[in-house]
């Protein structure tokens, strides 16, 4: 059974703990959005449809904390809370997506009783939880498609269960063709600098039975040029209109030597992850981290005390370089623009 990444009980977020996978298994309960910001930042909760839902459920903790009466005094502090919580990683679209989904529900719901509005928006975070679930096990399947028994797959960064509702995205694809009776093997990217590939993606993929080989970032071009890998498959944090898509630091990389290599070069993600406001990935905006996630990564210091660090947690794949982008609704070949518009709806 896959973990339980995040989910509302008791009116109070329950999420494990990422940070401390895959050592310790440690689940806690959020009721304040300091808290909850601080989690969003450290990646407590992490991958775009999770802190999508994260930001959902935020409001539901103000929604439900609410002591005063008047529903259009607490539509202001949904807004606030909305604003706050956008601010605290600025690339994966989920969150302000799922943000402004839980307000126009809320505008919708200030003319009626507060109760009203409390059930209301607890049904709408809890569709959009939901939501999730399904759009990774129906990509899951249709992705599954592409791979044969016997596949291997190159993956970067950690898409599976534990970056959504529910089983995931480009592990999502791995999963539901390992139940569909395939034998697929996983070469993971152990993905510098905080390690999801290393410490989450072999942490759910041995749970699952999945064989998996972890690599160092620098080995992917290797196993490409010896005939390892049958394909890629990564998730995304946005992707613009056009397919360009951005994705954990490193992907661009991978889609490079891809090409270079004739492997296939798929995106996993549903159309919560798709801002179709943006033309191309140039306008999408790129989360820089701390220097000392590069300098202090294995509880040392691993570079000159006064070192220079660039540190986007991010970059962008440009769409030319995407074999297509494995959907909820299928798998999308370009052009992207045409055919990614022919699914799109509203907020
Ligand atoms: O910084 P992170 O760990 O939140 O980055 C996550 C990724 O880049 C994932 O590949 C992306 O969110 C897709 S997760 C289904």
Same mark, same amino acid.
């Given at each position: 059974?896959?973990?339980?990444?995040?989910?509302?009980? #008791?009116?109070?977020?329950?999420?494990?703990?990422?940070?401390?996978?895959?050592?310790?298994?440690?689940?806690?309960?959020?009721?304040?959005?300091?808290?909850?910001?601080?989690?969003?930042?450290?990646?407590?909760?992490?991958?775009?449809?999770?802190?999508?839902?994260?930001?959902?459920?935020?409001?539901?903790? &103000?929604?439900?904390?609410?002591?005063?009466?008047?529903?259009?005094?607490?539509?202001?502090?949904?807004?606030? &809370?909305?604003?706050?919580?956008?601010?605290?990683?600025?690339?994966?679209?989920?969150?302000?997506?799922?943000?402004?989904?839980?307000?126009?529900?809320?505008?919708?719901?200030?003319?009626?009783?507060?109760?009203?509005?409390? $059930?209301?928006?607890?049904?709408?975070?809890?569709?959009?939880?939901?939501?999730?679930?399904?759009?990774?096990?129906?990509?899951?399947?249709?992705?599954?498609?592409?791979?044969?028994?016997?596949?291997?797959?190159?993956?970067?960064?950690?898409?599976?269960?534990?970056?959504?509702?529910?089983?995931?995205?480009?592990?999502?694809?791995?999963?539901?063709?390992?139940?569909?009776?395939?034998?697929?093997?996983?070469?993971?990217?152990?993905?510098?600098?905080?390690? $999801?590939?290393?410490?989450?993606?072999?942490?759910?993929?041995?749970?699952?039975?999945?064989?998996?080989?972890? =690599?160092?970032?620098?080995?992917?071009?290797?196993?490409?040029?010896?005939?390892?890998?049958?394909?890629? =498959?990564?998730?995304?944090?946005?992707?613009?209109? #056009?397919?360009?898509?951005?994705?954990?630091?490193?992907?661009? #990389?991978?889609?490079?030597?891809?090409?270079?290599?004739?492997?296939?070069?798929?995106?996993?993600?549903?159309?919560?992850?798709?801002?179709?406001?943006?033309?191309?990935?140039?306008?999408?905006?790129?989360?820089?981290?701390?220097?000392?996630?590069?300098?202090?990564?294995?509880?040392?210091?691993?570079?000159?005390?006064?070192?220079?660090?660039?540190?986007?947690?991010?970059?962008?794949?440009?769409?030319?370089?995407?074999?297509?982008?494995?959907?909820?609704?299928?798998?999308?070949?370009?052009?992207?623009?045409?055919?990614?518009?022919?699914?799109?709806?509203?907020?």
């Amino acid at each position: 059974m896959p973990v339980t990444t995040i989910e509302w009980k #008791n009116h109070k977020i329950r999420m494990i703990d990422q940070t401390r996978l895959p050592t310790e298994e440690i689940y806690f309960d959020i009721d304040d959005i300091e808290v909850l910001a601080e989690a969003i930042r450290s990646l407590r909760v992490r991958g775009a449809p999770a802190i999508g839902i994260a930001g959902a459920f935020g409001i539901l903790i &103000t929604v439900h904390g609410y002591k005063g009466s008047d529903p259009l005094e607490l539509l202001k502090q949904i807004k606030e &809370t909305g604003d706050y919580l956008n601010s605290t990683r600025p690339t994966a679209v989920n969150l302000s997506w799922a943000i402004l989904k839980m307000r126009k529900r809320a505008e919708t719901l200030k003319t009626g009783s507060l109760e009203a509005m409390r $059930q209301g928006l607890t049904e709408e975070a809890l569709a959009i939880w939901q939501e999730d679930r399904d759009c990774c096990r129906a990509l899951g399947r249709h992705g599954a498609e592409l791979l044969r028994d016997g596949s291997t797959v190159l993956t970067h960064c950690n898409t599976g269960a534990l970056a959504t509702a529910d089983y995931g995205t480009a592990l999502g694809v791995v999963f539901a063709a390992h139940e569909a009776g395939k034998r697929i093997h996983v070469y993971a990217d152990e993905t510098r600098p905080l390690l $999801q590939g290393a410490r989450l993606n072999t942490w759910e993929l041995l749970n699952e039975g999945i064989d998996v080989t972890l =690599i160092c970032d620098n080995t992917a071009a290797f196993v490409m040029q010896q005939n390892k890998i049958d394909c890629v =498959i990564l998730g995304a944090d946005r992707i613009a209109r #056009n397919g360009d898509t951005a994705n954990k630091i490193g992907t661009y #990389n991978v889609a490079v030597i891809a090409e270079k290599h004739n492997v296939p070069f798929y995106v996993a993600a549903p159309y919560s992850t798709i801002d179709f406001n943006l033309a191309n990935g140039s306008q999408i905006p790129i989360e820089e981290r701390a220097a000392s996630e590069v300098t202090d990564g294995f509880g040392r210091k691993t570079a000159a005390e006064g070192t220079n660090v660039y540190n986007p947690a991010f970059d962008i794949t440009p769409n030319k370089l995407i074999t297509a982008i494995i959907t909820e609704h299928g798998v999308i070949k370009p052009p992207f623009e045409v055919n990614l518009a022919k699914n799109k709806t509203d907020v």
